[in-house]
């Protein structure tokens, strides 16, 4: 429970740092539309099967295979960049490296602090709150 917990804290900064980001970045005319409406689907997949399928992907086999090989910070950090730069790419477009890039370095370090479902459960967080406000109407 303790690391779920901890899990929510992460996304609850990983979605802080996100929204800020894209009001930057839409303030500055670089991205031109916010999200469209949420259906039903959508939430089963932002909040569970996404955050299960991306946090074994970027997070989990990186930063293992990383700590198999090597005991090296600088190297583990270098993996933890990488790795949240290709996690931004593969939401979209070119910005979306600057949005979850950084939430990928946050859920990097819950993974490293709490394991993997703890990562999860910040990645299932940050995306909860992000569909709440979009369906909100914000």
């Known amino acids: 429970m303790r690391l779920i917990t901890r899990g929510l804290g992460y996304g609850l900064c990983s979605f802080s740092v996100s929204?800020?980001?894209?009001?930057?970045?839409?303030?500055?005319?670089?991205?031109?539309?916010?999200?469209?409406d949420i259906?039903?689907?959508?939430?089963?997949?932002?909040?569970?099967?996404?955050?299960?399928f991306e946090e074994f992907i970027f997070r989990f086999i990186p930063i293992k295979l990383t700590e198999i090989f090597t005991k090296r910070?600088?190297?583990?950090?270098?993996v933890v960049v990488l790795s949240s730069i290709l996690f931004g790419v593969a939401h979209g477009s070119w910005y979306n490296?600057?949005?979850q890039g950084p939430s990928g370095?946050?859920?990097?370090v819950a993974f490293l602090?709490?394991?993997?479902?703890?990562?999860?459960?910040?990645?299932?967080?940050?995306?909860?709150?992000?569909?709440?406000?979009?369906?909100?109407?914000?």
């Open 97 to 99: 490296i600057f949005i």
């Open 105 to 108: 370095i946050i859920l990097s």
């Open 39 to 52: 259906r039903p689907l959508h939430i089963l997949y932002a909040v569970i099967i996404a955050p299960l």
């Open 19 to 36: 929204v800020a980001i894209t009001l930057i970045l839409y303030k500055f005319s670089v991205i031109h539309e916010l999200p469209p």
């Open 113 to 138: 602090r709490g394991g993997y479902f703890t990562s999860v459960a910040a990645h299932a967080t940050h995306n909860g709150i992000t569909l709440l406000i979009i369906n909100l109407g914000f």
């Open 73 to 78: 910070k600088s190297i583990l950090w270098s």
